[in-house]
């Protein structure tokens, strides 16, 4: 009869044997272990109260499930934080893969590497009561109208001019706090955001704040994308995608999207 000792040295033994063949092998930053990076600090609903390792938000959700679908146990999971930008410039990383809604595209691609995509945004309208209430019924005519603000380095800007063809250029400015300080200052009337940012914006940011509606992520012909970013030329990649594309399958991401994100359904669609 096998002793307990044997058993356990075998299953031991046999677990060692998966991890090293298991496509992540010797692939993470520390061997073993997957790091994964945030915003500092993050926010709903994304992540819920700061706290990613709670596993309580969309974004902390979606990390766990590709960490547990690439074989990390949840606590063979550690997170670090870094600020938006400073993720995407060019260079080592200290991270694994970041999710903090980067959209994928072709710039970016260029000195980072992108997974599938984990969400495809619905994009929201956010502006203020007084704007809401002078408008009435959000006709694309109207739309057209207004003042406009969008970061430089994001994608709003493009996606106005791609969904709206406003009759004023775009007033951009250097990250998502000027464009809402922009609006609480009445410099502009209106910004687009992924949806479940601009419900957050709206409720605690922008006082006073708005949703005139939304478009759905098919009204674009590029719909804003998001991916986990990684180093360029990371070997992870194909591990990460093959995680994102077996979530995809199965439906997983569609009912993290649906527990977390299904407050973005009182948003009227702009037709």
């Known amino acids: 009869m096998k002793t307990l000792m044997t058993i356990l040295c075998a299953s031991l033994a046999g677990s060692a044997a998966f991890a090293a063949d298991h496509c992540a092998a010797g692939k993470t930053l520390t061997d073993g272990v997957l790091t994964i990076a945030t915003g500092n600090p993050a926010y709903y609903p994304w992540v819920m109260d700061d706290a990613p390792e709670s596993k309580q938000g969309f974004e902390a959700a979606v990390a766990y499930a590709v ?120 410099q502009i009337d209106a910004a687009l955001f992924d949806l479940p940012t601009a419900l957050y914006l709206s409720a605690v940011v922008v006082e006073n704040g708005a949703l005139l509606g939304q478009f759905p992520a098919d009204r674009s012909e590029n719909p804003d994308q998001f991916g986990l970013l990684m180093a360029d030329g990371s070997a992870l990649k194909p591990c990460v995608d093959e995680a994102i594309q077996a979530l995809t399958d199965s439906g997983k991401l569609a009912e993290i999207e649906a527990e977390w994100l299904q407050g973005a359904t009182g948003v009227p669609v702009i037709q």
């Open 67 to 186: 960490a547990n679908e690439m074989g990390f146990a949840d606590d063979a999971v550690t997170w670090v934080r870094t600020s938006f930008d400073e993720a995407i410039q060019p260079g080592a990383k200290n991270f694994d893969f970041n999710l903090q809604q980067y959209s994928i595209t072709p710039e970016r691609e260029e000195t980072v590497d992108f997974s599938l995509p984990y969400y495809s945004s619905a994009m929201a309208i956010l502006t203020t009561q007084s704007v809401a209430e002078k408008m009435g019924e959000p006709t694309m005519e109207a739309l057209k109208g207004l003042l406009w603000g969008a970061g430089a380095s994001h994608t709003g800007a493009s996606m106005v001019g791609e969904v709206i063809a406003p009759d004023q250029d775009v007033l951009l400015y250097n990250d998502n706090t000027d464009v809402t300080a922009a609006l609480q200052a009445n």
